[in-house]
């Protein structure tokens, strides 16, 4: 049995102890945050996830626990990772690392959380869920025969879409990284990697060689929306974030030099039912399609009941709406891959391994986020075969996490 402690206790603190209810061997036993631990542990208890506790500091947390999980906002996580190097230092042994995705805002931050853990030789899980989500995994051994005598998938297309995040500082580029590419572009250019890597091989097998990219702000920039931002402290008129954002990755197999393509979109501006994940996959006579959004359930809500609905989000994350037709989804954490993605971690931390993804693969889907940042920037394909562009990645940083998106931003005010 596992101890888990988790930093962060936001909205996906809450939503993976939601998905520790259908996790074997492990119990959640700490929280350390500034706000919303209580609560956290609270519920946790309710759950009958273990005796969570409260914790001030992350190194008192980590002498308590196996396994501690950082769930905090992306400006805190090097950090967080420095407080647990120094408290494994003194003596807290841990069994494993976990970050939720993205790893880090650029790769000079990527690289500090990747070589700590490799320094403190403790096994390490990016959390990146839609890779685990039970539809994706299912459709790939499906066609698992199909691949193996037709070939891999030619090109992938990935899109994660809703109306903007909860909390104030994902709106934030300089502290959240930048926009809708950064927070669910990291998502989607995974998924789509994925989707495109032969049956059988790890999933970084795939080698990037170019990234081009397209961003704007085509919603949160206009009125009323802009000044509602600026209602939770967030001025799109003087550091704007891009709320669309479509990035083209080529890869290339490097047994056969066979050559794929990934798409990915995204979106804070998916007005409709909820958060939508859309995936697809054409391969050699054969193809597969993932909605989050086809449900075999739904609701009506009339305008007279409308004012009793407690949470629409109880129903779907990010629901735009409280009455009318509305899509149902009773199992969104095993629906959205984080059941499994728990269970692969707890069950290589117990045999001293990494998880399916771990630190240095959210390192590369870091990279890949910031090529399509420069790609945008540059107004052109980014050359990944290139080192002279690679050394150039390792220190760069996007002019939208630098808050000078109006520089870049088609939409934005400058």
Known sequence: MLKVGMVGAGFVAGFHAKSLRSVRNVKLT???APKGAKELARAARKDGLGGAK??????????????VAIFAPNFARVD????IARACENGAALKGIICEKPLARNLQEADVLARMAKALHVPTAYFENQIHMPSLVEARQQLAAVEQIMGAAHLARSAEEHGGPHEPWFWDPT??????????GCHSIAVAMYMLTPSGKPPDYLEPISVTAEMALLK?????WISRLKERGVDYSAAPAEDYSLV???????QTGVVSVAQATNSWMYDAPGLRLLMEAFGPGYSYEINSLKSPAGLFISDAAAAAVGDSELALEKSQATRGALILQHNEPSLYGYIDEWRDA???FEMGKDALLNFEYGRTVTMLIMAAYMAHEKKRKIDLTDPKTLQELDHYMPLIQQGKGAKVLLGASS
């Not at 083209?248 to 490097?254: A, G, L, S, V």
Request: hydrophobic share 35%; glycine share 10%; charged share 25%.
């Open 54 to 67: 409260v914790y001030k500091t992350v190194e008192e947390l980590c002498n308590a626990v196996d396994v």
């Open 346 to 348: 707890i069950a290589a």
């Open 175 to 184: 502290q959240q990284g930048g926009g809708v590419c950064c927070d669910m």
């Open 80 to 83: 967080i990772m420095r407080d």
């Open 30 to 32: 700490g929280v350390c």
């Open 220 to 224: 949160w920039g206009k009125e009323p």
């Open 248 to 254: 083209t990755i080529e890869f290339r197999d490097p």
